[in-house]
């Protein structure tokens, strides 16, 4: 068994159940298109190991995700801009297809596109005074990455709307009740919650629970429309080019900025 060799993301497998951890705890794991692109690695690495029945996703150190890394906000990409643009779209694909099921364990901070990965995963365990948000409209750019059907997939479409266009803040309490987080527990205790839910799903029937998995997933795609996200990339680089835009994300980072110590 192979290991990828990966910067910013760790894979672990014991048994049945593995462990895909972004893993860049100094900067709040943030979401970086070369981040992105390893996550994909990774997905297609628990794919092709028969025994991985459940892979749980999560954060080292004090978050889950800050989401996309702002900083590179606006810089030139290296390659097609296009596809950079889209990286995060395969990556939430990548992650939704795993055979495996996914459980997302969340803590800290859960920010933008890392609300977008925690919504690929098919459950999810958030540890209380988990602070999420979703800060796309305040930098000047639409959520992409097929964050919106996955969004109204899970908490529906007036909710989608509050959250994505207000850009508030909001509890891991409150993502409970909207059904976008299926437990919260105890920051103590998000571990064990998290690894006894993994081995308890790992210890059934593979065959109805995968099925289980598909079914939702089809039923739910054909809802939503995920298809549609293909186009998300265009969205983001016209709002990248677009000067309202642009201003709305410099006034975001510099209020940002002074907000760091």
Request: aromatic share 4%; with cysteine; glycine share 10%.
């Amino acid at each position: 068994m192979d290991v990828p060799d990966l910067d910013t993301v760790t894979v672990e497998l014991d048994g049945p159940v593995g462990h895909l951890w972004l893993d860049r705890p100094d900067k709040l794991n943030p979401l970086s298109t070369a981040t992105l692109e390893e996550l994909v690695t990774a997905a297609r690495w628990f794919d092709a190991q028969p025994g991985a029945r459940v892979v749980v996703v999560g954060g080292r150190g004090r978050a889950f995700s800050a989401g996309a890394d702002v900083g590179s906000f606006g810089e030139p990409a290296e390659g097609s801009p296009r596809e950079a643009a889209d990286a995060g779209r395969r990556m939430a694909d990548a992650v939704e297809a795993m055979e495996a099921v996914t459980v997302a364990r969340i803590h800290g901070h859960c920010v933008g596109g890392g609300v977008v990965l925690a919504a690929a995963c098919d459950l999810r365990v958030a540890a209380e005074g988990t602070r999420f948000s979703i800060p796309e409209v305040d930098l000047g750019i639409p959520l992409a990455w097929g964050g919106i059907p996955r969004l109204v997939r899970e908490v529906g479409p007036a909710a989608t709307k509050d959250l994505v266009m207000t850009c508030r803040a909001f509890s891991a309490g409150e993502a409970q009740r909207l059904g976008l987080v299926t437990r919260v527990v105890a920051p103590g205790d998000l571990d064990a919650e998290v690894e006894e839910l993994a081995l308890s799903l790992a210890a059934k029937a593979a065959f109805p629970v995968r099925a289980t998995k598909r079914h939702v997933d089809a039923v739910t795609s054909a809802a939503v429309g995920l298809d549609r996200s293909w186009s998300d990339a265009d969205a983001l680089l016209t709002a990248l080019r677009d000067p309202d835009c642009r201003a709305a994300g410099a006034r975001y980072l510099e209020a940002l900025g002074r907000r760091r110590p």
